[in-house]
C-alpha cells in the first residue's frame, strides 16, 4: 500500500515533471525545515508535500535537484551524511548510498556540498524553478548561489535569466490523484470512519470533550494512521457554532448536539470528515429539522458532481436547499433568490461547501481558471460540507435554534461517469446515527 515503497510511482512523477519544464530549466526543490515546539524539543517532523511527491524522501535538511538532460545527472539528491552518533540518538539516515540505490537519485551528495555542486546545474540552467518562502535558510543559500550565476551569465553565455515557481506544476498535478494515492485515501478514510462511529456510542453526557478527542486520537493511531491531519474539532453544544472551535475543553451534556470534523492522516494522505449527533440520545425537534437539511442540501451538492460541471456547483445546489429549508423553519424570510443575491444566509451559512482534498487537507489546484469556476475532471477529490450555524446568543430565531451547530462532511471521488462518495460508509442519516448515539 505505501507509496514509498513503489520507486516507479516516484520515477513516473519526475519523468512529467521535467518534461514540463524541459529544456534548459532546473528546479531546486527543499525539504521542510525542522520545526521547534519549544526551547529544545521539536515537533515531530513532517516533509513537504511537494518534495515529497516527486521523491519520497522523509528525511530533513536535504534538497532535490531536478535538471532535464544534464549531464552530470538529472536528479540529484543532497542529503545529511551517514553519521554514527548522530543516528544512535534520531534514527538511521539514508545517506549518499541509500538516496541513489532506495531512492533513485542519479547522483547524491551531503547537504554541505550544496554550493560546491549547484553551480554547475544554475551555469547551464536559462531557468531556475525555486519554491520561496518556506525554507528562510535554504532561500538565502539559493538566492545566493542564482545571483552568482546570473553575474557570470554575460562571460559564460549562459545562466538564469529568470527565476520561476515550481509549484504551480506540482500543484496541478497533485489535483489528479493516481490510484494508489486513492488507495491510501481510502484507507485513511476507513480509519477515520472507525473513530467516528466509536466517538457516536462513546459521547455521554457529564464527558469532557477531550475525553472524545481522546477516543479519537487512539482509533486513528491503533490503525496506523500517522494521527489527526489537522486538530480535531470536538465541539458540543454552543461550540458547534463556531466553525473552527479546536479547545475542547466543555464538560458535554446529553441531548446536546456534538460536532466532530476529525479525520486522520495516513501515509501522507489526508481524509476530512464530519458528522453532527445527539450526546447519548435522539434528536430533538429542532435538531431533527435542521439536521434534515443540512443532510439535504449534502445529498444535492453530491448529485451534481461529474466531469464537466463546475467546483462551484456543488455549492450552489448546496445553498438552494439551506436557504429553502432555513425559510421553511422561520430563520430567514424573504425570498429565495433575493436571500441568495443578497448573501443574507451567510449568517447561518459562513463558508463554501467544497474544497481540494488529498496530501493536505486542505489541498492545493486552483478552484478558478481563465476567471472562471474550474470545470471537475475524473481524479479530482473534493469534500462536500455544508452546515447550518446559528449563535447561542441569537434571540431573533424561533424557540429552540439558537446554540446549534451542524455540518455534515464527505469526501467525493469525480469518476469517469459520475462521481464516488469515498466516505459513504460512515453513518450520518437519522436512523444510523440514532442507532449509535442512544445504544
Known sequence: MALNGNAEIFRSRRRRFMEAIAPGATAIMPSAPVAIRSNDVEFIYRQDNDFYYLTGFTEPESVTVLSPGHPDGEYVLFVRPRDKDRETWTGRRAGIEGAMIDYGADKAYVIDDLEKILPRYL?????????????????????????????MRPRLGSGPAAILEPREITHEARLFKEPGELELMRHAMKISGDAHRRAMMKARG???????????????????????????????????????YITNDREMRTGELLLIDAGCEYQFYASDVTRTFPIGTKFSKQQRDLYQIVLEAQHSAIEVIKPGVRFDDPHEAALKVLVDGMMSLGLLTGSALDVIANADY??????RTSHWLG???HDVGLYRQGGESRVLQPGMVLTVEPGIYIAPDDDTVPDGFAGIGIRIEDDVL??????????????????????????
Open 206 to 244: 457529564g464527558m469532557m470533550e477531550w475525553q472524545i478527542e481522546a477516543e479519537v486520537d487512539y482509533a486513528f493511531r491503533s490503525k496506523g494512521a500517522t494521527g489527526p491531519s489537522y486538530p480535531s474539532i470536538i465541539a458540543s453544544g454552543p461550540n458547534a457554532a463556531v466553525l473552527h
Open 123 to 151: 551555469e547551464k540552467s536559462e531557468r531556475v524553478l525555486y519554491p520561496f518562502g518556506l525554507n528562510e535558510k535554504m532561500d538565502q543559500r539559493v538566492m545566493k548561489m542564482v545571483r552568482w550565476a546570473q553575474t
Open 359 to 361: 496530501m493536505d487537507v
Open 414 to 439: 469525480v469518476t469517469e461517469s459520475g462521481h464516488e462518495v469515498m466516505t459513504a460508509g460512515i453513518p450520518k442519516t437519522i436512523a444510523e446515527v440514532e442507532a449509535l448515539t442512544a445504544s
Open 346 to 351: 451567510r449568517r447561518f451559512y459562513m463558508h
